[in-house]
């Protein structure tokens, strides 16, 4: 049994900072395909940034230079520090654990930035 609990979302006003953080327990090792989706309403999931065992990294353009992941394989917590939010980053932010074959979701943490 695989879970992704993910902690840190709230309401932040515009230009402010968040960090969230999604800690998995279960039959898994290390943060090697760990990574943050988010959906706004009526909109697709969409990724976020992701990262691998070696500390790769990959954002989504609309957040490159101020988003950052960051992880710690020993805990199996992956963690997404946010800054200059913007009212468009409003949405609920999931972690996910990809495995290949499958993947594994966080229940979400809900993100607003207010203008």
């Known amino acids: 049994q695989v879970q992704l609990v993910e902690s840190g979302g709230g309401l932040v006003q515009a230009g402010g900072t968040l960090r969230l953080s999604c800690a998995a327990s279960g039959a898994i090792s290390g943060i090697n395909g760990m990574g943050w989706y988010r959906q706004a309403p009526g909109m697709q999931r969409e990724l976020v940034a992701r990262?691998?065992?070696?500390?790769?990294?990959n954002y989504a353009d609309s957040v490159k230079g101020r988003f950052t992941i960051s992880g710690d394989s020993a805990k199996k917590s992956v963690y997404l520090q946010m800054n200059s939010l913007k009212p468009e980053d409003t949405a609920v932010y999931y972690c996910t654990k990809d495995l290949g074959w499958r993947a594994y979701w966080g229940q979400g943490t809900q993100v607003t930035v207010s203008s």
């Open positions: 990262i691998t065992s070696i500390g790769t990294t």
